[in-house]
């Protein structure tokens, strides 16, 4: 059960806040923050993609400012707003000498955090992704502007903290035709959201009119900057097109005063991840976007499930040979950091374009990972008791994947990749 919303607004009121998270739900903190009169006076964020960045106006700092930031503001109080890795985070301010009065976990105030993924389908096939796999056959579509609103009314009605949702899972959200039109209805009801998009899109009136909606947080994915490189990865893309478009993205944050944080997502592979990586930062510079480097992941979580079980896939091993940490070292490489409870699960509900409710964000098309078949005819206690019971999280628990998918013990999966040699000189 959630603590109350007026249990926060009383705790934090008239202290200066320093929000520890600066991606989505940290933004979400911050649009609750200024529509309940609190003095938000920094982020910190330890991703070296914020250093010295603002975030919708809010200046940006290493967590390593914390004890320089408490004597500057008395009474200072760190909100963590994050959806995963809180437990690390404690760590690392009880390490810093802060006790339990000198921070909150807003997760201890939000039934869940939200994702709606109101497109089913994509417009590539990269190899990473569950919509490469052979023969895989699922339904697609978009979810309508009505039932969004239906969606949105329910959890609403069932959380009451609700500061952020997330427009993306596995779709590409800018296929919508109506999704400038949903950001408006997030914004109408005091929500923060956040886009995904692989931007490859050849219509400039859509991100345009994206743009023009100002989301809090558009994430751009990508994963090389020359196409021979690009299209391995990010299969059916072209890379020009998104250059092109990152600037059309630029040109219309400027046009509108957009106040949108644009985070490259750039995907780490053997081909990519020296001469295209730093062609991508000095773009990202550019413009004034972060770029945030991450290993590629094999997903859904049934593929990383068969390879544990023994079962041979030739999808996964042909993308297991350019990945600089495959699915055995990620595992290994965690296993010192493996709990037994789960982020994924416990504090996120995953809403697909057709209503269906998924265990969680990792897993992909399967009977047997639907918790709810319709999200607006089932009650969050319902959908929460079914994850629980999902047969699917024993055996992910068991293996330790929630930790490789969250991507503990970053220092170990560098030294693994380091040691790989690169073709990209």
């Not at 052979?134 to 309508?144: D, T, W």
């Not at 979580?301 to 079980?309: A, G, I, N, Q, T």
Request: with cysteine.
């Amino acid at each position: 059960m959630a603590k109350s919303k007026q249990t926060l607004i009383d705790l934090l009121q008239d202290r200066p806040i320093v929000i520890w998270g600066a991606r989505m739900t940290g933004m979400g903190f911050l649009r609750f923050s200024k529509a309940n009169d609190m003095n938000v006076v920094h982020f910190v964020d330890s991703d070296p993609a914020f250093a010295h960045k603002k975030v919708n106006g809010v200046p940006v700092q290493h967590p390593d400012a914390l004890r320089d930031l408490k004597g500057s503001f008395p009474n200072l109080v760190i909100v963590i707003a994050v959806s995963i890795k809180e437990e690390e985070i404690i760590k690392l301010l009880e390490a810093m000498n802060f006790i339990n009065e000198d921070f909150v976990l807003y997760s201890d105030y939000c039934e869940s955090f939200y994702t709606i993924d109101v497109v089913g389908t994509c417009n590539l096939v990269c190899p990473s992704c569950a919509h490469s796999i052979n023969g895989e056959k699922y339904p697609r579509g978009i979810m309508s502007f009505e039932n969004f609103t239906r969606v949105l009314d329910k959890i609403k009605r069932e959380s009451e903290v609700v500061t952020h949702v997330s427009l993306y899972s596995w779709g590409e959200p800018l296929l919508h035709p109506e999704l400038p039109k949903i950001i408006k209805h997030l914004h109408d009801n005091g929500v923060a959201a956040a886009v995904s998009s692989n931007l490859s899109i050849k219509s400039a009136d859509q991100i345009r009119h994206v743009i023009q909606a100002s989301p809090e947080y558009m994430k751009i994915s990508l994963s090389g900057y020359y196409p021979d490189v690009y299209n391995q990865t990010h299969t059916g893309g072209d890379i020009n097109l998104v250059k092109s478009n990152m600037y059309r993205v630029r040109h219309y944050i400027d046009k509108f005063g957009a106040d949108t944080l644009v985070d490259v997502n750039y995907h780490l592979y053997k081909n990519n991840n020296q001469k295209n990586l730093q062609k991508m930062k000095d773009l990202c510079d550019e413009l004034g976007f972060s770029l945030s480097a991450t290993y590629s992941l094999v997903m859904p979580l049934e593929r990383c499930l068969d390879h544990c079980d023994g079962i041979k896939d030739p999808q996964t091993e042909s993308l297991s040979k350019i990945l600089l940490v495959d699915i055995d070292e990620g595992l290994e490489v965690t296993k010192g950091f493996r709990t037994n409870t789960c982020p994924f699960k416990d504090n996120q509900m995953n809403i697909a374009w057709d209503l269906k409710v998924p265990v969680c964000c990792t897993v992909f098309n399967g009977e047997e990972t639907i918790v709810a078949d319709n999200y607006l005819d089932v009650s969050l206690v319902e959908i929460n008791k079914n994850k629980n019971t999902a047969k699917i999280c024993k055996k992910c628990m068991e293996y330790g994947l929630p930790a490789y998918n969250m991507g503990f013990n970053q220092k170990g999966w560098k030294a693994i990749a380091s040691s790989k040699p690169s073709s990209d000189t």
